[in-house]
T-cell receptor, first 115, second 116 residues
Framework: AQKITQTQPGMFVQEKEAVTLDCTYD???????LFWYKQPSSGEMIFLIY??????QNATEGRYSLNFQKARKSANLVISASQLGDSAMYFC????????????FGTGTRLKVLA | DSGVTQTPKHLITATGQRVTLRCSPR?????VYWYQQSLDQGLQFLIQ???????AKGNILERFSAQQFPDLHSELNLSSLELGDSALYFC???????????????FGPGTRLTVL
């Protein structure tokens, strides 16, 4: 069965430091997409970054980058220069095709940025 | 603003009642997804529609049903409500199947349902 795992239920990071949020996935598909979403305390889900399984280079979007290691089936999110506003829940998700396109979400990591 | 709208934003009701949550996808998106997020939990996929047809079912209870209308808006119906149904219900839309691009899902702001 398709599965995605976020092993860190909670993390702390000092403001201005970098932090890595882990995500591993289990799929036999060759073609898939990986996503990270941020959910602040206000509740909305905010798309952060995307990595396609065939993309050669790691995706980057501003302070967010994705450390994609295909052989290890990991897609860790790196946030550089953490800001207080980065405190939120972070979800890793991936998109596979099981008859139809299907999104599978991890259980999330709660990040707290300390001043 | 993701372009996905959900109404109502908050809903308080009693056990045994029936409610309807409404979602309008982004302009041009044919796929609509419904998710349930209970307190401090991840997202549980409920159901997906594509251009009016049901495409995938997740952990959706028999008391719950959904549909997507010709104008592509979708409704999630929850009946015989129980205390445990209290949650944040998200609707998301994504670009058409088979198109290129990142195909990320765009989430609505959610409907917070409280069952008393």
């Amino acid at each position: 069965a398709q599965k995605i795992t976020q092993t860190q239920p909670g993390m702390f990071v000092q403001e201005k430091e970098a932090v890595t949020l882990d995500c591993t996935y289990d799929t036999s598909d060759q073609s898939y997409g990986l996503f990270w979403y941020k959910q602040p305390s206000s509740g909305e889900m905010i798309f952060l970054i995307y990595q396609g399984s065939y993309d050669e280079q790691n995706a980057t979007e501003g302070r967010y980058s994705l450390n994609f290691q295909k052989a290890r089936k990991s897609a860790n999110l790196v946030i550089s220069a953490s800001q207080l506003g980065d405190s939120a829940m972070y979800f890793c998700a991936y998109l596979v095709r099981e008859g139809t396109y299907k999104y599978i979400f991890g259980t999330g990591t709660r990040l707290k940025v300390l001043a | 603003d993701s372009g996905v709208t959900q109404t109502p934003k908050h809903l308080i009701t009693a056990t045994g009642q029936r409610v309807t949550l409404r979602c309008s996808p982004r302009s041009g998106d044919l796929s609509v997804y419904w998710y349930q997020q209970s307190l401090d939990q991840g997202l549980q996929f409920l159901i997906q529609y594509y251009n009016g047809e049901e495409r995938a079912k997740g952990n959706i209870l028999e008391r719950f049903s959904a549909q997507q209308f010709p104008d592509l808006h979708s409704e999630l119906n929850l009946s015989s409500l129980e205390l445990g149904d209290s949650a944040l219900y998200f609707c998301a839309s994504s670009p058409n199947l088979g198109t290129s691009g990142t195909r990320e899902q765009f989430f609505g702001p959610g409907t917070r349902l409280t069952v008393l």
